[in-house]
């Protein structure tokens, strides 16, 4: 079965940090964009950051230019998002997608054919 799973989520305070990881169980990653995207209580899903398994490219939120950093550890079949100088308006689900691979991803939802189940982060004021 194909599927990711994103752990790593909790509770932090504002001006913290904080990883959270996507692994690929039944597929490998090398060979696919990857985006995380949040959604906030009562907003719509938006993306975070994005990664070219290719050639390494990385898009971003404006919100989190400087602050996250989006990689990958093939070994371990694993993405994660570095989140640092967390503000509470990060709080949200964030949720992993992975797709065919594109020299610039994008936050294009249709884009990505596989989902994980989404972890919370909360960061408080």
């Known amino acids: 079965q194909l599927q990711l799973v994103e752990s790593g989520g909790g509770l932090v305070q504002a001006g913290g940090s904080l990883r959270i990881s996507c692994a690929g169980a039944?597929?490998?990653?090398?060979?696919?964009?990857i985006c995380w995207f949040r959604q906030a209580p009562g907003k719509e899903r938006e993306g975070v950051s994005c990664l070219s398994s290719t050639t390494g490219n990385t898009y971003e939120a404006d919100s989190v230019k400087g602050r996250f950093t989006i990689s990958r550890d093939n070994a371990k079949n694993t993405v994660y998002l570095q989140m640092n100088s967390l503000k509470p308006e990060d709080t949200g689900i964030y949720y992993c997608?992975?797709?065919?691979?594109?020299?610039?991803?994008?936050?294009?939802?249709?884009?990505?054919?596989?989902w994980g189940q989404g972890t919370q982060v909360t960061v408080s004021s």
């Open positions: 997608a992975a797709g065919w691979d594109s020299d610039y991803p994008d936050f294009d939802m249709s884009a990505y054919d596989y």
């Open positions: 039944g597929f490998s990653l090398d060979h696919s964009a």
